[in-house]
């Protein structure tokens, strides 16, 4: 089956610290990846993607992923966190198989406190 | 980039009564949209994927009687709850995938139902 995991329900850290949002996939083939942040009563805004290509993908409001192949692993992260990156932060899959479907992660509420 | 709006952003009706929520892309054409329901905190359930011109595919169990799907042009997919119930309040959310870009889906900002 092809799916995505967010091991972790919540993530909290100071302003100004590194911010890790962790993500690992299971796929047959070579894997579409995305993050989306949401913030509350609002859609999903697209961070990144990984299709193909450099493994580090950099991306929207200084956001960047690194795939890790060997690890089935797409961490996003921010080096230095602001309290307006707090949000719930979804990773997906994209199932080329089924019609391009994606498939979500569970999410993680990332909290930043100042 | 690609925008999608719904429509409305928020609703809120008595039992029984049915709602259509509207999903447009604004400066693209799309022949697949998507479906999703939201609940408070939680992730997106894919409900079911609206194809221009063609019947909606649901996701397993998903009541295509009460959430019917129509999709009568490559930029506007509507979704109606019909007789709908306090349990039917929701968050949803949908999206759209570009003709021109592939794969990439594009959402829009999400509909509040809420079902008294």
């Known amino acids: 089956a092809q799916s995505v995991a967010q091991p972790e329900d919540q993530v909290n850290v100071a302003e100004g610290n590194p911010l890790t949002v962790k993500c690992t996939y299971s796929v047959s083939g070579n894997p579409y990846l995305f993050w989306y942040v949401q913030y509350p009563n609002r859609g999903l805004q697209f961070l990144l993607k990984y299709i193909t290509g450099d493994n580090l993908v950099k991306g929207s409001y200084g956001f960047e992923a690194e795939f890790n192949k060997s690890q089935t692993s797409f961490h996003l992260k921010k080096p230095s966190a602001l309290v307006s990156d707090s949000a719930l932060y979804f990773c997906?899959?994209?199932?080329?198989?089924?019609?391009?479907?994606?498939?979500f992660g569970a999410g993680t509420t990332v909290t930043v406190r100042a | 980039g690609a925008v999608v709006s719904q429509h409305p952003s928020r609703v809120i009706c008595k039992s029984g009564t049915s709602v259509k929520i509207e999903c447009r892309s604004l400066?693209?054409?799309?022949?697949?949209m998507f479906w999703y329901r939201q609940f408070p905190k939680k992730s997106l359930m894919l409900m079911a994927t609206?194809?221009?011109?063609?019947?909606?595919?649901?996701e397993q169990g998903v009541e295509k009687d009460k959430f019917l799907i129509n999709h009568a042009s490559l930029t506007l997919s509507t979704l109606t709850v019909t007789s709908a119930h306090p349990e039917d309040s929701s968050f949803y959310i949908c999206?759209?995938?570009?003709?021109?870009?592939?794969?990439?889906?594009?959402f829009g900002p999400g509909t509040r139902l809420t079902v008294l």
């Open positions: 609206s194809n221009e011109g063609s019947k909606a595919t649901y």
């Open positions: 400066d693209f054409q799309a022949t697949t």
């Open positions: 997906a899959l994209l199932r080329r198989s089924n019609d391009y479907k994606l498939s």
């Open positions: 999206s759209a995938r570009d003709n021109g870009q592939g794969h990439e889906q594009f």
